[in-house]
């Protein structure tokens, strides 16, 4: 039953559509590039990416504080304080790697990249709290909304990273 559980949530989060799809164009709002098909396909995969590190890390945390004997959680803080500041390297890494390298017009391939980072990270930071509060005294909804603001550096790590690559004038050259 896991098992299944687990293929299925893959198979949505990283289900790829074969198909040659038009894409968006310069008149189109931000919603319709969101809702385009390749829009929400990276949505997809950057929110289960962000999910699986935040269940990771949430999985960490729980495990060092049984292990640990740590009756404060203090195992567990470090984990979630970690799952916090990491946000902004995961988005680095996804950008840097060519996620958001579509056919976009750059205010939309913005758009794509801060909205889904985002939301990546406020799911990170969702997962993590929620499997590491089970054995620490965590206030579950105060650091959800706290993660609902610091997913703005996120979003802006994403965002300015594409603007970094897309410079012609900071990018390195082999002469």
Known sequence: MIKYKLALFCTFFMSVDSEDQEQPTANDTVTDVLKHPSGTQVIKYVTGVFGFIGVGIGF???????????????AGGFALTISFFSGTIVAAMLTLAGTFDLEYDLKDTYV??????????????LFSIIIISITSGLRVGRL?????????????????????RQSTELQPTID
């Open 60 to 74: 960490t945390g729980l495990l060092a504080n049984g292990l640990l004997g740590s009756r404060v959680g203090v």
């Open 112 to 125: 794509l990249s801060f909205s889904s980072t985002a939301v990546g990270y406020v799911v990170m930071t």
């Open 144 to 164: 959800l909304i706290g993660s609902v603001f610091l997913s703005i550096p996120t979003g802006t790590t994403a965002l300015l990273l594409i603007w970094l």
